[in-house]
């Protein structure tokens, strides 16, 4: 009864019923990253009852992430993030299982983790991760939700793997040259990387639940100054050096 309590304000919903909660408590996601991005996406994750998050991350909880990474709290500065998080999530909902992977993974830690979920949200605050993450996705088929946030201006979008012909990230970022901008040089609006945090849940939630429309294949930006939003649409790119592996 307690259960279906917890869940019934999602199953009152006419595209959300029983059978797509159980494929929600049945799900496994992971979250690369538990900063701005991971901590409203694993909160929302966790109450909406997946029914196990993994969350890696290797840094630790320091005061100036406190401005936007609300699953950590003064009392856990120097604490690893990704056991932070798991100590929040477990006092959220401790009918699900959750799991912390203390530091970064090696690529073949993160390939083993990547096959071990069925959905991956990229939560990472710098691009030489993404390419990695995104090419194991598609390796093992794991549809990958990504989003990324600097000062005002945040974006979001999903590479559902599963399709053979999906677009990877080098064939929407094909160049990447010099540093990362990154909040710690550029200033990051909190609300921005919660809205794209809880983007990604939701995003997340569609792909295991099998409603609604995910973007795939959909770029969506946002200037968080005025809140607007442009969508861009995008496909796999034949001069791809990523995809070009594939075949």
């Not at 929302?44 to 290797?58: F, H, M």
């Not at 840094?59 to 936007?68: A, G, K, S, Y």
């Not at 073949?108 to 691009?127: P, S």
Request: hydrophobic content about 35%.
């Amino acid at each position: 009864m307690e259960k279906e309590n917890r869940y019934s304000r999602h199953e009152l919903l006419k595209e959300f019923d029983a059978h797509t909660q159980e494929k929600i408590s049945a799900s496994k996601v992971l979250i690369i990253g538990a900063g701005g991005l991971g901590s409203p996406a694993s909160l929302y994750l966790a109450s909406s009852g997946v029914g196990r998050i993994t969350i890696a991350d290797g840094d630790t909880v320091d005061l100036t992430n406190l401005q936007r990474q609300v699953i950590h709290n003064m009392s856990r500065i120097g604490m690893n993030k990704a056991t932070s998080a798991k100590a929040s999530l477990e006092a959220m909902n401790s009918e699900i299982d959750i799991r912390a992977f203390t530091h970064r993974p090696l690529l073949e830690e993160l390939e083993e983790l990547i096959a071990d979920h069925d959905v991956v949200l990229d939560c990472t605050d710098n691009t030489a991760s993404r390419y990695p993450i995104s090419e194991l996705c598609r390796r093992h088929k794991k549809p990958l939700v990504t989003a990324g946030a600097v000062a005002f201006d945040g974006q979001i979008t999903v590479f559902d793997y599963r399709d053979p012909d999906s677009a990877c990230y080098a064939c929407l970022f094909p160049n990447h040259d010099g540093a990362d901008e990154k909040a710690s040089t550029k200033g990051v609006f909190a609300p921005l990387v919660g809205t794209l945090g809880c983007m990604q849940a939701s995003e997340a939630l569609k792909i295991i639940g099998g409603f609604g429309k995910p973007l795939t294949g959909e770029l969506l930006m946002v200037d968080a100054r005025s809140w607007s939003w442009w969508h861009m649409k995008y496909s796999r790119s034949e001069d791809c050096p990523c995809c070009a592996k594939e075949k």
